[in-house]
């Protein structure tokens, strides 16, 4: 089954967000009271380029499997330290395709829009962590698998424990791509 293992948010740009008992979601924004929220990008590095672009990444959900499997190759990682909002458990999340309505809690749903892309401060917090988090396909092509990035549909509180619901898209699908 799938569901949240974990939820967190930070006020501050930090790396790292902080575990709490629930995340109110609030539509068109983000988490409440988290420094990622809102209508326009507020990643730095994106509001350096452009601040009026929308915000495609309100919401970054990594799955506990890719924690674990890191945690087995000797990195110190847990839920929220790499930034992430929701952990999930029991579902491929870099499997789904783009336009995948993820249903937590009793109303919140979220739209997934894409991959995150991988930075330099995965190695701030621990050396060779964004090499650990990139891959190759049997192509030879790149593979980011440090989680999803979603835009909130619908406002609601998610908690630790719940349930998470999958509808995909009409077909045909289309593959997750950086935001």
């Known amino acids: 089954m799938a569901k949240v293992v974990s939820v ?6 930090h790396f790292s967000k902080e575990p709490v008992d ?29 601040p009026s672009q929308p915000n495609l990444r309100q919401i970054h959900i990594i799955h506990l499997e890719l924690i674990e499997e890191l945690q087995e ?8 330290t790499m ?22 809690g009793n109303e ?22 964004t090499a650990a988090v990139l891959g190759r396909d049997e192509e030879g092509n790149l593979v980011r698998r ?15 424990g719940d349930q998470v619901k999958i509808q995909y898209p009409k077909e045909p699908h289309r593959p997750l791509l950086p935001v």
């Open 83 to 104: 930034g992430e909002n929701i952990t999930t458990s029991g579902i491929d999340v870099l499997s789904l395709p783009t336009g995948t309505i993820l249903s937590m």
């Open 22 to 50: 629930k995340i109110m979601l609030i539509e068109g924004e983000g988490v409440d009271g988290d420094a990622h929220k809102g209508k326009t990008v507020k990643h730095r590095s994106r509001v350096k380029k452009d």
């Open 73 to 80: 190759a000797g990195f110190r990682v847990g839920p929220a």
């Open 8 to 13: 967190s948010r930070s006020s501050c740009h």
């Open 146 to 160: 440090a989680g999803i990035m979603c835009i909130v549909i619908s406002s609601g509180v998610v908690r630790p």
């Open 108 to 129: 919140a749903k979220l739209e997934v829009t894409g991959l995150r892309n991988p930075c330099a401060q995965l190695d701030n917090y621990q050396q060779g962590l």
